[in-house]
């Protein structure tokens, strides 16, 4: 990704810009393959009765799962909250014993490798701010909600100001904002397709698609 940020922070290299190729951000063929929503919704028991919403914490965030599981069983509209554990047994169980109320139905996952289908049938994914699953969500033209409520570690800090520079998600800073933040990205038309419209606009260069133009050049 080219940004002044970005050029800022790799000036004291002193690279000329005709010495750097942008190439995007490496993600797994799947997450750019087109997805079949029927069939996905079929396979995870999910409907177009509500807005579907994935929170996924990854394998460092068991106690941020429970705690936003807590925090999104306040949400007070029909949603599905798909929230995944990964190979984490406790925290699938523990998890499983969080409260939620009738109108939300939620389905808790142990790992699955299906995670670029579930995200091509989301309306939102609430995730860490590491780069591999922002850009996954990019490519899946997923808005998301980023949480900064604990200490960044400092190399993703940058991914925060990324996505508050190009307005393709919310930066959570405070626990209990998250079910306003949510209900904001999922009900409110006006601030939706406003993220949606910028997520859309955002150029999603394909690694593999330009290393090979790259080692082509330079073959050449």
Same mark, same amino acid.
């Given at each position: 990704?080219?940004?002044?940020? #970005?050029?800022? $922070?790799?000036?004291?290299?002193?690279?000329?810009?005709?010495?750097?190729?942008?190439?995007?951000?490496?993600?797994?063929?799947?997450?750019?393959?087109?997805?079949?929503?029927?069939?996905?919704k079929?396979?995870? /028991?999910?409907?177009?009765?509500?807005p579907?919403?994935?929170?996924?914490?990854? /394998?460092?965030?068991?106690?941020? $799962?429970?705690?936003?599981?807590?925090?999104?069983?306040?949400?007070?509209?029909?949603?599905?909250? #798909?929230?995944g554990?990964?190979r984490n047994?406790?925290?699938?169980?523990?998890?499983? /014993?969080?409260?939620?109320?009738?109108?939300?139905?939620?389905?808790?996952?142990?790992?699955?490798?299906?995670?670029?289908?579930?995200?091509?049938?989301?309306?939102?994914i609430?995730?860490?701010?590491g780069?591999? $699953?922002?850009?996954?969500?990019?490519?899946?033209?997923?808005?998301?909600?980023?949480? /900064? $409520?604990?200490?960044? #570690?400092?190399?993703? +800090?940058?991914?925060v100001?990324?996505?508050?520079?190009?307005? #393709?998600?919310t930066?959570?800073?405070?626990?209990?904002?998250?079910?306003?933040?949510?209900?904001?990205?999922?009900?409110?038309?006006?601030?939706?397709?406003?993220?949606?419209?910028n997520?859309?606009?955002?150029?999603? +260069?394909?690694?593999?698609?330009?290393? +090979?133009?790259?080692?082509?050049?330079?073959?050449?």
């Amino acid at each position: 990704h080219d940004s002044p940020s #970005i050029r800022a $922070t790799i000036a004291p290299a002193g690279l000329e810009m005709k010495q750097i190729r942008i190439t995007g951000f490496p993600v797994r063929p799947s997450f750019i393959a087109p997805a079949d929503p029927r069939r996905i919704k079929e396979a995870f /028991a999910l409907s177009n009765e509500s807005p579907i919403v994935i929170l996924l914490m990854g /394998a460092a965030g068991a106690d941020q $799962t429970i705690r936003f599981a807590r925090e999104m069983a306040k949400i007070n509209q029909p949603i599905q909250l #798909i929230i995944g554990t990964g190979r984490n047994r406790k925290l699938y169980e523990k998890v499983r /014993a969080v409260p939620s109320p009738s109108h939300i139905k939620r389905h808790v996952l142990p790992f699955t490798p299906r995670i670029a289908d579930l995200m091509g049938v989301a309306d939102l994914i609430v995730t860490k701010s590491g780069p591999v $699953t922002i850009f996954e969500a990019i490519h899946r033209e997923l808005p998301m909600v980023i949480d /900064a $409520t604990t200490r960044l #570690i400092h190399w993703e +800090k940058m991914n925060v100001a990324f996505i508050e520079e190009q307005g #393709i998600g919310t930066v959570n800073r405070e626990v209990r904002e998250l079910p306003h933040i949510v209900s904001q990205h999922l009900f409110d038309e006006v601030y939706r397709t406003g993220i949606k419209h910028n997520i859309a606009a955002f150029e999603k +260069k394909i690694f593999r698609d330009q290393f +090979k133009m790259l080692v082509s050049e330079i073959a050449s």
